[in-house]
C-alpha cells in the first residue's frame, strides 16, 4: 500500500528547534513532490511548502519561508520539516501529502500522512 | 494569489437528504486552452487527514460513493451529496491547484440534523 508515514507527536519550548519527518513507502519516493501544510488547532489547511525529493527543489509559501525548512533525503525516501526557533503559534498539525501525478509541481494531494502534532508551550 | 471561500460554514441536514457545499474562487481556476478546470474537493473526519474525494471539478476518485458529486465552473463551484448518510459527517474542503499556492476553502462542517 502507497503511504506516507510521519514521526510522532512533539511537545517543545518557545525558543527550541525542531525536524519532523514523513517517510514514503510502496512507490517511487523521487518522483513525486512531497507537500508540507499546516492546519492550527479548529482551523482549516495552509499550504507550506514543497520538495521535489529528485533534486531537493524547494518552493516556500511567503507565509512560512524563512521559519520553516523542507529537505529531504531520497536515498530513505524521507522528506523532513523543520524549525530553527519554534514559536507558541507553531502549535498545529502538521501533514505531508503526495501529488496526485508525477512530473508536475502543482496538483490534487492523493497521498497523506497522519499527521504530526506539535505543542510549542512554556 | 488565488483566494477560495466557501459556504456555508457549517450545515445541518437530515439522514437521507442532499447536502449542498459551495466554493467560490477569486479568479477562474480553468485552463482556456483544454477547459480542465483545477479544482478539488475533500473530506477530513475527526482525528484524520483529508481524503480526496473529486478532482477536476466533477471527477470522483476511486472507491468514493456515487452520492457524492461535483459540479461548477470558471469560479463557481458545488459539491452535493444527494442522500446524506452518517458516515459522511465531517469538514469538507475545497482546493485550487491550477497556480501556485495551491489554496483551500476554510472548510464546511458537515452535521447531522
Known amino acids: 500500500e502507497v503511504q506516507l508515514v510521519q514521526s510522532g507527536a512533539e511537545v517543545k519550548k518557545p525558543g527550541e528547534s525542531l525536524k519532523i519527518s514523513c517517510k514514503g513507502s510502496?512507490?517511487?519516493?523521487?518522483?513525486?513532490?512531497i507537500n508540507w501544510l499546516r492546519q492550527m488547532p479548529g482551523k482549516g489547511l495552509e499550504w507550506m511548502g514543497r520538495?521535489?525529493?529528485?533534486?531537493?527543489?524547494?518552493n516556500y509559501s511567503p507565509s512560512f519561508q524563512g521559519h520553516v525548512t523542507i529537505s529531504a533525503d531520497k536515498s530513505i525516501s524521507t522528506a523532513y520539516l523543520q524549525w530553527s526557533t519554534l514559536e507558541a503559534s507553531d502549535t498545529a498539525i502538521y501533514y505531508c501529502?503526495?501529488?496526485?501525478?508525477?512530473?508536475?509541481?502543482?496538483?490534487?494531494?492523493?497521498?497523506w500522512g497522519q499527521g504530526t502534532m506539535v505543542t510549542v508551550s512554556s | 494569489d488565488i483566494g477560495m471561500s466557501q459556504s456555508p460554514d457549517s450545515l445541518a441536514v437530515s439522514l437521507g437528504e442532499r447536502a449542498t457545499i459551495n466554493c467560490k474562487s477569486s479568479?477562474?481556476?480553468?485552463?482556456?486552452?483544454?477547459?480542465?478546470?483545477?479544482l478539488a474537493w475533500y473530506q477530513q473526519k475527526p482525528g484524520q487527514p483529508p481524503k480526496l474525494l473529486i478532482s477536476?471539478?466533477?471527477t470522483r476518485e476511486y472507491g468514493v460513493p456515487d452520492r457524492f458529486s461535483g459540479s461548477g465552473f470558471g469560479t463557481d463551484f458545488t459539491l452535493t451529496i444527494s442522500s446524506l448518510q452518517a458516515e459522511d459527517v465531517a469538514v469538507y474542503y475545497c482546493?485550487?491547484?491550477?497556480?501556485?499556492?495551491?489554496?483551500f476553502g476554510q472548510g464546511t462542517r458537515l452535521e447531522i440534523k
Open positions: 501529502a503526495r501529488l496526485t501525478r508525477i512530473a508536475v509541481a502543482i496538483d490534487t494531494f492523493n497521498i
Open positions: 510502496e512507490y517511487n519516493f523521487s518522483v513525486y513532490w
Open positions: 520538495i521535489d525529493p529528485s533534486d531537493s527543489y524547494t
Open positions: 479568479q477562474s481556476v480553468v485552463y482556456s486552452s483544454d477547459n480542465k478546470t483545477f
Open positions: 477536476w471539478a466533477s
Open positions: 482546493q485550487q491547484y491550477y497556480r501556485t499556492p495551491p489554496s
